[in-house]
Protein backbone atom coordinates (compact mmCIF):
# COMPACT_ATOMS: atom_id res chain seq x y z
CA UNK A 1 0.00 0.00 0.00
CA UNK A 2 2.79 2.78 0.85
CA UNK A 3 4.21 2.50 -2.38
CA UNK A 4 0.90 3.75 -4.10
CA UNK A 5 1.21 6.70 -1.68
CA UNK A 6 4.86 7.27 -1.91
CA UNK A 7 4.66 9.98 -4.31
CA UNK A 8 2.76 12.41 -2.21
CA UNK A 9 4.08 11.78 1.29
CA UNK A 10 6.50 14.05 3.35
CA UNK A 11 8.70 13.45 6.50
CA UNK A 12 8.37 16.15 9.17
CA UNK A 13 9.97 15.92 12.74
CA UNK A 14 6.94 16.67 15.17
CA UNK A 15 8.09 16.75 18.86
CA UNK A 16 12.03 14.89 18.12
CA UNK A 17 10.66 12.13 16.32
CA UNK A 18 9.89 11.68 12.48
CA UNK A 19 6.50 11.90 11.27
CA UNK A 20 5.42 10.46 7.45
CA UNK A 21 2.73 12.58 6.14
CA UNK A 22 0.37 12.16 3.61
CA UNK A 23 -0.73 15.39 1.49
CA UNK A 24 -4.68 15.01 1.15
CA UNK A 25 -4.13 15.60 -3.01
CA UNK A 26 -1.98 11.88 -2.56
CA UNK A 27 -4.49 10.17 -0.85
CA UNK A 28 -7.21 11.35 -3.97
CA UNK A 29 -4.78 10.04 -6.24
CA UNK A 30 -3.90 6.89 -4.45
CA UNK A 31 -7.36 5.87 -3.95
CA UNK A 32 -7.62 6.45 -7.79
CA UNK A 33 -4.87 4.34 -8.44
CA UNK A 34 -6.20 1.30 -6.54
CA UNK A 35 -9.17 1.33 -8.99
CA UNK A 36 -11.31 3.14 -6.88
CA UNK A 37 -13.13 5.45 -8.88
CA UNK A 38 -16.79 5.44 -7.33
CA UNK A 39 -16.36 7.74 -4.54
CA UNK A 40 -18.72 10.59 -4.39
CA UNK A 41 -17.52 14.36 -3.63
CA UNK A 42 -19.62 13.58 -0.17
CA UNK A 43 -17.50 11.39 0.72
CA UNK A 44 -14.19 12.20 -0.63
CA UNK A 45 -15.49 15.51 1.84
CA UNK A 46 -16.21 12.92 4.48
CA UNK A 47 -13.27 10.53 4.21
CA UNK A 48 -10.72 14.11 4.00
CA UNK A 49 -12.72 15.22 7.90
CA UNK A 50 -12.22 11.98 9.21
CA UNK A 51 -8.11 11.50 8.25
CA UNK A 52 -6.88 14.98 8.15
CA UNK A 53 -5.20 16.70 10.76
CA UNK A 54 -5.65 20.56 10.84
CA UNK A 55 -2.79 21.22 13.33
CA UNK A 56 -0.40 19.51 10.51
CA UNK A 57 -2.06 21.80 8.22
CA UNK A 58 -4.96 18.93 6.80
CA UNK A 59 -2.12 16.46 5.89
CA UNK A 60 -2.69 12.56 7.28
CA UNK A 61 -0.79 10.75 9.49
CA UNK A 62 1.08 7.75 7.57
CA UNK A 63 1.11 5.69 9.75
CA UNK A 64 -2.91 5.93 10.91
CA UNK A 65 -3.60 5.54 7.23
CA UNK A 66 -1.88 2.41 7.05
CA UNK A 67 -3.34 1.46 10.77
CA UNK A 68 -7.01 1.83 9.37
CA UNK A 69 -6.54 -0.19 6.17
CA UNK A 70 -4.89 -2.70 8.19
CA UNK A 71 -8.11 -2.81 10.14
CA UNK A 72 -10.01 -2.98 7.39
CA UNK A 73 -8.41 -5.74 5.89
CA UNK A 74 -5.73 -4.12 4.03
CA UNK A 75 -2.26 -4.63 4.49
CA UNK A 76 1.06 -2.96 3.40
CA UNK A 77 3.17 -5.61 2.01
CA UNK A 78 6.35 -4.26 3.86
CA UNK A 79 4.54 -4.62 6.81
CA UNK A 80 3.24 -8.32 6.06
CA UNK A 81 6.33 -9.11 4.55
CA UNK A 82 8.37 -8.34 8.21
CA UNK A 83 5.26 -10.17 10.11
CA UNK A 84 6.03 -13.16 7.93
CA UNK A 85 9.54 -13.19 8.41
CA UNK A 86 9.27 -12.90 12.15
CA UNK A 87 6.88 -15.85 12.37
CA UNK A 88 8.68 -17.89 9.96
CA UNK A 89 12.26 -16.81 12.35
CA UNK A 90 10.45 -17.80 15.69
CA UNK A 91 8.92 -21.33 14.10
CA UNK A 92 12.57 -21.90 13.09
CA UNK A 93 14.30 -21.01 16.66
CA UNK A 94 11.62 -23.41 18.09
CA UNK A 95 10.44 -19.73 20.33
CA UNK A 96 7.25 -18.95 21.36
CA UNK A 97 6.28 -15.53 22.03
CA UNK A 98 3.51 -14.31 24.07
CA UNK A 99 2.53 -10.92 23.91
CA UNK A 100 -0.02 -10.95 26.42
Do not use: C
Not at 34 to 40: A, E, N, Q
Not at 70 to 93: K, V
Amino acid sequence: MREIFQDWVVETEIDGEVIELLMPEGLIEGIKNLGIDDLTEKDVKYLLRVLTKPELDGAIVMHELLQIMENLGLYDEDDEAADEQQEDDGEDDGEYNNYS
